[in-house]
């Protein structure tokens, strides 16, 4: 809907614009509303919102200096509406020389009159109501017979007794100026829809947006730039670029000399590094101003980061803390306060302990404490995935880069942890080739996918884990010495269950509490004599292992209500079947028991009693066939070597 408000100066007009707003179709579909308004001499012009406003003669003026913000079109005095004038002044006098005040007519149109009026017409031009009166006078002075102007005119001629006759507007310009206005306020719509749109999107721009002007002046800055460079508007819009940044405005400078754009440019803004772009405005050929913008390069990573994150189908987030975490001991009290304080540092750390001790819990908690919480936890099992595709897992590939790789390439466990931290499980059992390539990504923060020819930068924390002591792995060459002084900054090493007793019973009852409450079941209670000997149960599994003991006698003990010495009793036993029972079995609980001292003679005795089959030398070592590959090329054991 445009609202035009019609300003009328006398009571005749008003109708005269009635006849021509009825028959004409200004208002087909209701997109206009046109509002008339009587306006005398100091009357106060009504409070009511428009898109533009129509007047005539002095009352432009009066309207304009109270409705500055509002476009207005001016009714103008025509020749046609000049020549009724004087044709309704000599009907009613003979009047020889008249006057014309009000707009500058120019001295080519008031002679045409006077020829075609026959009759001698002079000019008294003003543009403001105090100057009417004065005007009127001089006309009077001059020797004017009569006089024609706008209805205040005739009020003050009226007022001196001189003759005078009100120019009225005729309907044509009525209806040109209507039509005017309507235009007006199409293209004011236009505009503000224009500068609405613009704003929307530069306001809810993360980047940093400036307009700079000719003068190097900021017209326009929105918030995010206002919020990067630290200042409030007062401080940015109206002021120069140079009292902003010196760096922004030598560039701006560069802009408007070489009429060229500035693209990717790097510096440092308070606590800021900035990538910054000069875009210069050019219209005909020369430069009306220059855009900038500008990004945080922490929030650009930060988008990568995010990008990343949604790109891959893994969940790479810790779940776990420190408070998840059950115990009651001392050692393992002062290992999370240990752990503690090294999260809040940057340092690669090496966790080592029995299998399930808890060391990816620990290496979670550590994670989710440290700086980069809000970043990717990413794990992985070195161990568990062939070492065919560890290289194309941990680095990522191109397209192409062998058979079977996926369209478009695949980023690697690395770039989805950039800013994050990486979890290394089983990282004794890292291929020693893939080693240096570790080590390389740990000295050079770069990663380069395989089958590229390119690099990307990684700002990823390492923390490791083993079931061995990596540093005994270095003096007999299994670990690379220098992978190890890189990987082993920090240092934690969690207890085994058998030295801190204390917590199998907190650990247990935790367990049983959890499978009851998962099954909506009451929970049973485990009586003194029943924890004593589970406490003295040697858990060469720990908490993974006590964890399924647990599950098992949740099963046996779920309607009894308790959990009786003989519970427990069933519950180990049925743990440790006597090996006597499996003929051809008994050597493999040796094996398991004594694996850590003397592994590679171990794996020899396996596989002589195999007859050199793998899978079943595996078997009776209690590991799956690619972790006994991975530690036959480990020991420099292959089948020639065997054969011999």
């Keep these: 809907m445009i609202n035009i408000a019609f300003f009328v100066p006398y009571p005749e007009l008003l109708e005269a614009v009635k006849r021509v707003i009825a028959p004409h ?44 913000a509002i476009p207005i079109v001016e009714l103008p005095i025509t020749t046609c509406d000049i020549i009724r004038a004087v044709q309704e002044c000599k009907k009613i006098m003979p009047a020889k020389k008249i006057a014309i005040l009000g707009p500058d007519f120019s001295d080519e149109d008031i002679a045409v009159l006077e020829t075609v009026l026959s009759c001698s017409m002079k000019k008294y031009p003003f543009g403001n109501r105090k100057y009417a009166e004065r005007e009127v006078r001089r006309a009077i002075n001059d020797g ?21 006759v009100v120019i009225v507007a005729g309907e044509r310009a009525i209806l040109n100026a209507l039509n005017e206005a309507i235009k007006v306020a199409n293209v004011m719509r236009q505009e503000r829809e224009r500068s609405q749109i613009f704003s929307i999107i530069s306001n809810s721009s993360k980047d940093g947006i400036l307009y700079i002007s000719q003068d190097n002046i900021v017209l326009t800055a929105n918030p995010a730039s206002m919020s990067i460079l630290e200042k409030n508007p007062n401080k940015i819009i109206g002021r120069s670029v140079e009292q902003i940044s010196s760096e922004m405005y030598k560039n701006v400078d560069t802009v408007r000399k070489e009429q060229r754009e500035i693209s990717d440019h790097l510096y440092k803004h308070g606590k800021y590094v900035l990538s910054v772009n000069y875009l210069p405005v050019m219209i005909h050929e020369s430069i009306a101003g220059v855009v900038i913008t500008f990004q945080d390069i922490t929030r650009i990573q930060q988008m990568e980061n995010h990008i990343r994150q949604k790109m891959s189908e893994k969940g790479l987030n810790a779940k776990y803390r420190f408070n998840d975490i059950i115990h009651k001991s001392q050692s393992i009290n002062n290992l999370i306060n240990l752990a ?39 794990a992985i099992n070195c161990a568990a995935i062939p070492e065919s595709l560890l290289e194309s897992e941990m680095f990522g590939y191109e397209e192409g880069s062998f058979t079977g790789s996926s369209k478009g390439g695949k980023a690697g466990l690395f770039e989805l942890a950039h800013n994050g931290t990486m979890f290394l499980d089983e990282v004794s059992e890292l291929p020693l080739n893939l080693q240096g390539k570790l080590l390389r990504v740990l000295q050079e923060r770069e990663v380069r996918r395989v089958g590229s020819t390119k690099v990307k930068s990684v700002d990823v924390r390492i923390i490791a884990a083993s079931n061995y002591n990596l540093k005994s792995l270095v003096s007999r060459g299994q670990f690379r010495k220098d992978l190890f002084y890189r990987l082993d900054v920090l240092n934690l090493f969690i207890p085994s269950l058998s030295e801190r007793p204390e917590d199998i019973k907190v650990l247990f009852n935790y367990f049983i509490r959890q499978f009851n409450e998962s099954i909506n079941m009451p929970i049973p209670e485990a009586e003194e004599d029943a924890l004593l000997l589970l406490c003295k149960h040697r858990f060469e599994g720990n908490v993974r292992e006590l ?23 069933t519950a180990l036993c049925d743990h440790q079947i006597d090996a006597s029972s499996f003929p051809g079995e008994t050597e493999t609980h040796a094996i398991r028991a004594s694996m850590k001292k003397n592994e590679r003679e171990l794996i020899l005795q396996a596989l002589k009693r195999c007859a050199n089959n793998q899978t079943h030398a595996a078997q009776v070592l209690g590991i799956d066939r690619t972790t006994l590959w991975r530690k036959l090329h480990k020991y420099n054991l292959y089948p020639k070597k065997l054969a011999d």
């Design 25 to 68: 179709n200004l208002n087909p579909k209701g997109e206009v509303n046109i509002s008339l308004f009587v306006m005398d001499v100091g009357s106060v012009i009504p409070k009511k919102n428009c898109d533009v406003m129509i007047a005539r003669g002095l009352q432009v003026w009066d309207v304009q200096e109270r409705n500055k």
């Design 547 to 569: 964890r399924n003991i647990a599950e098992r006698i949740n099963i046996l003990c779920c309607e009894s209500g308790k959990i009786s010495k003989a519970d427990i009793q």
């Design 144 to 164: 004017c017979d009569a006089i024609i102007g706008g209805y205040t005119v005739k009020n003050f001629a009226d007022r001196f007794n001189q003759f005078a």
């Design 340 to 378: 503690r304080r090294y999260a809040v540092t940057s340092s690669n750390i090496v966790i080592e302990g029995e299998t399930g001790t808890g060391k990816e819990l620990l290496a979670q908690s550590i994670h989710n404490a440290s700086l980069r919480h809000d970043a990717p936890f990413v």
